[in-house]
């Protein structure tokens, strides 16, 4: 069965300082894993994706995490964080056989303090 | 270019009433997943359908839940009878078949549930 750990509920972080969400997963094989961000009353947005190749992809507002098969983690990183980054993120992992479901981890909330 | 479409967005309802979700989804997409998400749970996925035909509806809570999808471009959750404890948002979200495994789901706005 695949699983992901998002280890922190909520992570504070100052404005314009670096800001990290940790992920890990377990799954059988090589994963495709994703990001998502959630504002409150809205739905899920995504953010970026690992599907092979370089294992530091770049996403939306100015997002990026880095692939560590080693580690089996997928954190999410953003050199210097808005305020309006302040918002509840998912980390979610797909195995690579067919039909296999997404599944997201119980989501970080990130509070960026100005 | 509209997103996936949920109505209502909020629901406030007694125990015991029968609860309809409504979702409409991209167009072009074929392939539609109903989720809940709860402060104690967080994201489960109820059912997933594969042009319109329910794939796993394994993560049904139970059975007074159930999920049709009669065309290409709606699709419905109903709840009956509504508990409290069924109270939570609900998504919806599509996304083409054969990008399945590694496109991005879109997911709509949610609806509210409150069941009293």
């Known amino acids: 069965a695949q699983s992901v750990a998002q280890p922190e509920d909520q992570v504070n972080v100052a404005e314009g300082n670096p800001l990290t969400v940790k992920c890990t997963y377990s799954?059988?094989?090589?994963?495709?894993l994703f990001w998502y961000v959630q504002y409150p009353n809205r739905g899920l947005q995504f953010l970026l994706k690992y599907i092979t190749g370089d294992n530091l992809v770049k996403g939306s507002y100015g997002f990026e995490a880095e692939f560590n098969k080693s580690q089996t983690s997928f954190h999410l990183k953003k050199p210097s964080a808005l305020v309006s980054d302040s918002a509840l993120y998912f980390c979610?992992?797909?195995?690579?056989?067919?039909?296999?479901?997404?599944?997201f981890g119980g989501g970080t909330r990130v509070l960026v303090k100005p | 270019d509209a997103g996936v479409i949920q109505s209502p967005r909020h629901e406030v309802t007694e125990m015991g009433q029968e609860v309809t979700l409504r979702c409409k989804p991209i167009s072009g997409h074929n392939s539609l997943f109903w989720y809940r998400q709860t402060m104690m749970r967080g994201l489960e996925l109820l059912i997933y359908f594969n042009n319109n035909v329910p794939i796993d509806d394994s993560g049904m809570p139970e059975d007074r839940f159930s999920a049709k999808m009669p065309n290409a471009s709606f699709s419905t959750l109903k709840i009956q009878p509504s508990e409290p404890r069924d109270s939570a948002v609900y998504f919806c979200?599509?996304?083409?078949?054969?990008?399945?495994?590694?496109?991005?789901?879109?997911f709509g706005e949610g609806s509210r549930l409150t069941v009293l």
């Open positions: 979610a992992v797909r195995g690579r056989a067919a039909g296999n479901k997404l599944t």
């Open positions: 979200a599509s996304i083409t078949l054969g990008q399945q495994n590694t496109g991005e789901l879109f």
């Open positions: 799954v059988s094989g090589n994963p495709y």
